[in-house]
């Protein structure tokens, strides 16, 4: 089991940034499919970014060419970077790391779009 602590979110205007970071400890992050999801409220959590085989990286449509994940292995951090942030982005968003079937979550960290 890894641990997995979020932080980066907070109060941004329509249109604003935020980086997102995902401090992992207890596992490697290159051994761990690692992911970016989000809670908005009254909705199902939803998957935005993982990395997959390879380093490939996908995205849901909806954050396509606004959110960029990456990942320093040195620090065993993931990141999101997240740009034109629109209202609909409010939610409270979770990285994960998954391995053998298992799936691992941090305790989240609101992102709030807002005027």
């Known amino acids: 089991q890894v641990q997995l602590v979020e932080s980066g979110g907070g109060l941004v205007q329509p249109g604003g940034s935020l980086r997102l970071s995902c401090a992992v400890a207890?596992?490697?992050?290159?051994?761990?499919?690692m992911g970016w999801s989000r809670q908005a409220p009254g909705k199902q959590r939803e998957a935005i970014a993982f990395i997959v085989s390879g380093g490939r990286i996908k995205y849901e449509d909806s954050v396509k060419g606004r959110f960029t994940m990456s990942r320093d292995t040195a620090k065993n951090t993931v990141y999101l970077q997240m740009n034109n942030l629109k209202r609909e982005d409010t939610a409270i968003y979770y990285c994960y790391a998954g391995n053998d079937g298992r799936l691992d979550w941090g305790q989240g960290t609101q992102v709030t779009v807002s005027s």
């Open positions: 207890g596992g490697t992050i290159d051994n761990y499919v």
